[in-house]
Antibody, heavy 118, light 108 residues
Framework: EVQLVQSGAEVKMPGESLKISCKASGYSFPSFWIGWVRQKPGKGLEWMGIIHPGDSDPRYSPSFQGQVTMSADNSFSTVYLQWRSLKASDSGIYYC???????????WGQGTLVTVSS | DIQMTQSPSSLSASVGDRVTITCQASQAIKNHLNWYQQKPGKAPNLLIYDASNLKAGVPSRFSGSGSGTDFTFTISSLQPEDIATYYCQQYDNFPLYTFGQGTNLEMK
């Protein structure tokens, strides 16, 4: 059974760093893209970017380029999303999804709620 | 970036109604459009890809059409379980994908 299990909710202060995870199971991890989507509280979906674990080369939406870092660890079948210095505007739910075709997600994680507040 | 203008932003309909949502791209995107359903507290769920192709397992009351800049999503006969927010997403230029603002569908 394909599963994407994301790390738990986080509460951080502005300026802190953070790394959240998306652990895949039930399929060949290096063979499928993993994309990330943000949803701010009460708002719509924002496409962040996508990474292929096979080459670990992330592709970012311009809105998120330089703001976050995507990475993959094939040893742990896990993709990460990382911030060096959080801002309040980074608060939201972050979803990962598997993409068998780069434009089409099929399985989703449950989401990770990130709250950045002083 | 390609902007997606989705309308209406909210919609109230009754069981059995035909529901239509539109999405307009700021430039031509061929048929490179997805439609998603998102229920409260849940991840989005892909319903339609390539503007008009129904994902396997999605009820046939859902449909999509359009190409170029103008797209339509239709629920032919609204069911109570269809209450959700619906989003379009263009994928014409990898990786510069963008979502529409969403349509909140409520039961009348």
């Amino acid at each position: 059974e394909v599963q994407l299990v994301q790390s738990g909710a986080e509460v951080k202060m502005p300026g802190e760093s953070l790394k959240i995870s998306c652990k895949a199971s039930g399929y060949s991890f290096p063979s499928f893209w993993i994309g990330w989507v943000r949803q701010k509280p009460g708002k719509g979906l924002e496409w962040m970017g996508i990474i292929h674990p096979g080459d670990s080369d992330p592709r970012y939406s311009p809105s998120f380029q330089g703001q976050v870092t995507m990475s993959a660890d094939n040893s742990f079948s896990t993709v990460y999303l990382q911030w060096r210095s959080l801002k309040a505007s980074d608060s939201g739910i972050y979803y990962c999804a598997r993409h068998p075709i780069v434009s089409q997600p099929d399985y989703w994680g449950q989401g990770t709620l990130v709250t950045v507040s002083s | 970036d390609i902007q997606m203008t989705q309308s209406p932003s909210s919609l109230s309909a009754s069981v059995g109604d035909r529901v239509t949502i539109t999405c307009q791209a700021s430039q031509a995107i061929k048929n490179h459009l997805n439609w998603y359903q998102q229920k409260p507290g849940k991840a989005p769920n892909l319903l339609i890809y390539d503007a008009s192709n129904l994902k396997a397992g999605v009820p046939s009351r859902f449909s999509g059409s359009g190409s170029g800049t103008d797209f339509t999503f239709t629920i032919s006969s609204l069911q109570p379980e269809d209450i959700a927010t619906y989003y379009c997403q263009q994928y014409d230029n990898f990786p510069l994908y963008t979502f529409g603002q969403g349509t909140n569908l409520e039961m009348k």
